[in-house]
């Protein structure tokens, strides 16, 4: 049974920092893709960045591209979403989601099908 758990969301002000964390078990960590998504207050969830395997592709929307950075930790099987110069369009819930067969390129979103809870993130003075 594959499970995700976020966590790591909280209120930060404008040009803030934060680090998410997702811990994934049930699942083959340094082959399976695993993506962060986000959905803003009265928003589609939009997929924001995502790694195909340990060392494989990465993408980031355009969005976060230069603020946010995708890593994992096999050791930990922990994927982690650090999140640089934070504004308030980057509020809302934050989940990682998981596809049980590996992919060459990751922003493949419709294919993801194993989900977190979410974790929430507010940017906001």
């Known amino acids: 049974q594959v499970l995700l758990v976020e966590s790591g969301g909280e209120t930060v002000q404008p040009g803030g920092s934060l680090r998410l964390s997702c811990a994934a078990s049930?699942?083959?960590?340094?082959?399976?893709?695993i993506a962060w998504f986000r959905q803003a207050p009265g928003k589609e969830r939009e997929g924001v960045s995502c790694?195909?395997?340990?060392?494989?592709?990465?993408y980031y929307a355009a969005s976060v591209k230069g603020r946010f950075t995708i890593s994992r930790d096999s050791f930990k099987r922990t994927v982690y979403l650090q999140m640089d110069n934070l504004n308030p369009e980057d509020t809302g819930i934050y989940f990682c989601?998981?596809?049980?067969?590996?992919?060459?390129?990751?922003?493949?979103?419709?294919?993801?099908?194993?989900w977190g809870q979410g974790t929430r993130v507010t940017v906001s003075s």
């Open positions: 790694s195909a395997s340990s060392i494989g592709d990465e």
């Open positions: 989601a998981s596809h049980d067969a590996p992919m060459y390129k990751c922003n493949a979103w419709s294919l993801y099908n194993y």
């Open positions: 049930g699942l083959t960590f340094d082959l399976s893709p």
